[in-house]
């Protein structure tokens, strides 16, 4: 029912983000508070000394803010920058990774971004507090762009990220969408509960191989067989992949999902998102084929992204039963993932919907 659950979710959230929309709409419909920088672009500072010189004071606050408090820790992939054209004006966006930890006070935060990020052309632009100690405050560089957000609005928890504003190149990157390295920028340890979008990410990439749900699969090799005679060897593709390195995994397990519209009921497994450390792409792409093919898995797709960050895909794919196995490749970390796609049941156990033992398929959480 999962994918029943995530319609409703997405549309939920769909109206309640446009109702929110509205609603800042008809709250702020006087407010001077420019959306982005008053400069005229070519006027801004550069989207490269943001980073270098700007970014690093950002990022001190961040680790200021929850030095005392063990950390921010990720809530979102990594940083990125976009690039946009605006009547002939090519313009970049770096977009932070969102970060959170436990929630300092008010009072805190206030002095932290005295010291940290208003000597560098921050003023506080919104100061929302509440008698519950929970908070919700930007500062804006009114001037060249952009915004950091510190939010605290539940569960004590303190919500941190932030953007460049729309900002010119000054030509010292080959690419202005390749952030400059900085080792303080991104944390560690996220992982997508679903596999990033491509197509979306990439606009030029070729499309992405689809589990498609056909009408009947009652020919199709079973999810029960699936579990017992492929699934095994997709596991020891992974572990070949992880080896004995660190590694991250998504906070949803594998689980089993059912649609029982028409007969027969079909079923489907998604595994587990494992990230690990960057992997060679060939040496994964022979592991891949060694242990994949006598499955009845062939590489599908094999596409490196020019955009940065977006990475080198790989997917095998199983064309006569259904089934996905995804790596990505980025240059700081490694993805592994699976979907047996839309099978019936064989009848060998009495609930399909509950996954068959398999004390190896779920990695255990490090962070745990």
């Not at 109206?15 to 609603?23: A, E, Q």
């Not at 702020?28 to 400069?39: K, V």
């Not at 990020?117 to 952009?146: F, H, I, Q």
Request: glycine content about 8%; overall charge negative; hydrophobic content about 35%.
């Amino acid at each position: 029912m999962k994918f029943f659950w995530r319609l409703v979710v997405v549309l939920v959230c769909a109206f309640i983000g446009l109702f929110w929309f509205w609603f800042n709409e008809a709250l702020h419909a006087n407010d001077s508070e420019p959306i982005d920088g008053h400069l005229p672009l070519e006027k801004r500072v550069s989207i490269e000394a943001f980073q270098r010189d700007v970014e690093p004071h950002i990022l001190s606050a961040r680790q200021a803010l929850f030095k005392d408090t063990g950390g921010a820790h990720p809530l979102s992939e990594g940083s990125g920058v976009s690039s946009w054209v605006l009547l002939d004006q090519k313009s970049w966006d770096l977009h932070s990774q969102e970060t959170d930890g436990a929630r300092p006070s008010v009072d805190v935060v206030y002095e932290v971004m005295r010291e940290h990020v208003e000597p560098y052309g921050y003023v506080l632009a919104k100061d929302w507090t509440y008698k519950d100690g929970s908070y919700n405050l930007v500062w804006r560089d009114y001037n060249n762009g952009g915004a950091v957000y510190v939010s605290s609005l539940y569960d004590q928890v303190t919500n941190f990220h932030y953007e460049s504003g729309e900002r010119p190149s000054d030509g010292s990157m080959p690419d202005p969408r390749e952030l400059i390295p900085n080792d303080s920028r991104d944390i560690a340890g996220y992982v997508s509960s679903s596999r990033p979008n491509i197509n979306f990410l990439d606009r030029d990439a070729p499309e992405f191989p689809w589990l498609f749900f056909p009408a009947s699969s009652h020919s199709f090799q079973s999810i029960e067989v699936f579990q017992r005679e492929v699934e095994p060897g997709i596991l020891s593709f992974r572990d070949e992949i992880v080896g004995d390195s660190p590694y991250y995994v998504a906070p949803s397990p594998s689980e089993m999902e059912t649609r029982n519209s028409y007969p027969p009921p079909e079923y489907w497994l998604e595994s587990q998102r494992v990230k690990c450390g960057p992997r060679d792409v060939g040496r994964v792409i022979e592991m891949g084929n060694a242990r994949l093919n006598p499955l009845g898995y062939v590489l599908v797709y094999d596409y490196a992204s020019p955009v940065p960050g977006v990475g080198h895909y790989l997917a095998w794919k199983d064309e006569k039963n259904g089934g996905l196995v995804t790596v990505i490749l980025r240059q700081e970390n490694t993805e592994f993932s699976y979907e047996s796609g839309a099978r019936p049941s064989d009848g060998s156990v009495p609930d399909p919907t509950v996954l068959i033992p398999n004390d190896h398929r779920d990695l255990p959480d490090p962070a745990a």
